[in-house]
């Protein structure tokens, strides 16, 4: 699986902006897809997760009500909806692919594939 993240940008703060995650292969609908972030100077964290029926999906503590995740199996791609966007939510968002139940839902470990990420920089 090959993914491809855009919609990354310039916002100000208070601002929103849709990413998109598009897959290539015909096995899009058997992962789950999560996206994650990585400020500089910081370690890459947990943003959202959705799993491959799109029925269940997770959040980080602190973006849950601001963040939302979703995807179109149709189009093998996954979206993350970024509202009340902060300076610090300033960073490269990745998408990323895995099988889910091999490890804890937020395990970077547990992720089999990667997109080479979009940068968000949130200006106050």
């Known amino acids: 699986v090959q993914l491809q993240a855009s919609g990354g940008g310039l916002v100000q703060a208070g601002g929103s902006l849709r990413l998109s995650c598009a897959a290539s292969?015909?096995?899009?609908?058997?992962?789950?897809m999560g996206w994650f972030r990585q400020a500089p100077g910081k370690e890459r964290e947990f943003v959202a997760v959705?799993?491959?029926?799109?029925?269940?999906?997770y959040y980080a503590d602190s973006m849950k009500g601001r963040f939302s995740i979703s995807r179109d199996n149709a189009k093998s791609t996954v979206y993350l909806q970024l509202n009340s966007l902060k300076p610090e939510d300033t960073a490269v968002y990745y998408c990323?692919?895995?099988?889910?139940?091999?490890?804890?839902?937020?395990?970077?470990?547990?992720?089999?594939?990667w997109g080479q990420g979009t940068q968000v920089t949130v200006s106050s």
């Open positions: 292969g015909r096995t899009f609908s058997s992962y789950a």
């Open positions: 990323a692919a895995r099988i889910w139940g091999s490890s804890a839902y937020a395990d970077q470990g547990g992720y089999m594939y």
């Open positions: 959705i799993r491959s029926s799109g029925g269940s999906t």
